[in-house]
């Protein structure tokens, strides 16, 4: 593991909360932070553009006001998801923002950019990046990112199709600083894992969609309790980039999930159609076999803390036995 920047040393679980299109909102990120792990947004979630200030201020404040109450054991650090490519015409709005209230941590997305990383490291900001193969992570460390998220396959959304242990280890091999492993993990036991690879912390999405702060339909969210990695989909049509999708509701929407045609890259969109297409087409990874219930983002970091301990303890204990 890497020697890492403030904010992202002395988190009390190495997790960070994935940025959900659409479901991620205030109420959630606050929890997550507040339970130990950074806490995320895509700032597009945020419409009309105008909300972004109210919620980057209700997040600002929720946080500083826990910090203050309880200062033995402060909240996590949150983050902002921006999605850099040329369909996101806010990009520059929000990032102004994020400038202004001094937002910790900056998830990039499809595509690098260096004043995007100058603004954040202007006020001190850390930014981490997006990452399906290690072409894209050579980009994003050379025009200035701080860090790397290892998409893997089996991640919810916007996936690649690289195994992880192929990813971790090619990016290793040349940077030592942040890296988050994103793919299928939903427990405890599958941080501890992305650790001992190389990555400094597990990156879990799909899971909080079926946590009770979520924004989803309640649909989305007994979808996600009801099922597991037979029921993902890998598919280009609804973005123009391959992700991996519930099949439920692909067939809601009246398409056939094993018959998909093949969308033209060049009509990527991540205005308002794709948020049509989210809100109908449900992303997801294939961790979600591990998630049988719907409970608090609080109850669900305290299961992942509890996991994650005791998988460290069996672990040791086989050390200390062999």
Known sequence: MSTLPPPLDALPLPIIGAPLFIISNPKLVVAQCIAGVVGSM????????????????????????????????????????????????????????????????????????????????????????DVINNRFAHKAIEKGADGLIAVAAGAGGHAGVKSPFALVQEIRQWFDGPLALSGAIATGDAVLA???????????????????????????????????????????????????????????????????????????????????????????????????????AGEYIAQLRREYQQARARLLGSVANA
């Open 42 to 129: 895509p700032a597009l979630n945020a419409r009309p553009a105008a909300q972004l200030e109210d919620w980057l201020a209700e997040i600002t404040e929720t946080l500083a006001a826990h910090d203050r109450a309880h200062p033995q054991q402060p909240a996590a650090p949150f983050a902002i998801n921006q999605i850099v490519h040329k369909s996101n015409d806010r990009l520059e709005h929000d990032m102004a923002l994020c400038v202004k209230y001094k937002v910790p941590v900056i998830i990039t997305s499809l595509g690098a950019r260096e004043d995007i990383n100058a603004a954040a490291h202007g006020y001190g900001g850390v930014v981490l990046h």
């Open 194 to 296: 992305a650790q001992a690879m190389g990555a400094d912390f597990g990156y879990i999405g799909s899971a909080f969609i079926a946590t009770e702060e979520a924004r989803a339909f309640d649909g989305y969210k007994q979808a996600i309790v009801d099922g597991n990695s037979d029921d993902i989909v890998y598919s280009n049509l609804f973005t123009g980039v391959h992700g991996n999708y519930l099949a439920p509701s692909i067939r809601a929407a009246g398409l056939d999930p094993d018959q998909l045609p093949v969308s033209d890259p060049s009509k990527m969109n991540f205005g308002g159609d794709a948020k049509k297409a989210w809100k109908d087409i449900w992303g997801c990874g294939q961790g979600i076999g591990a998630i049988d219930k719907l409970q608090s």
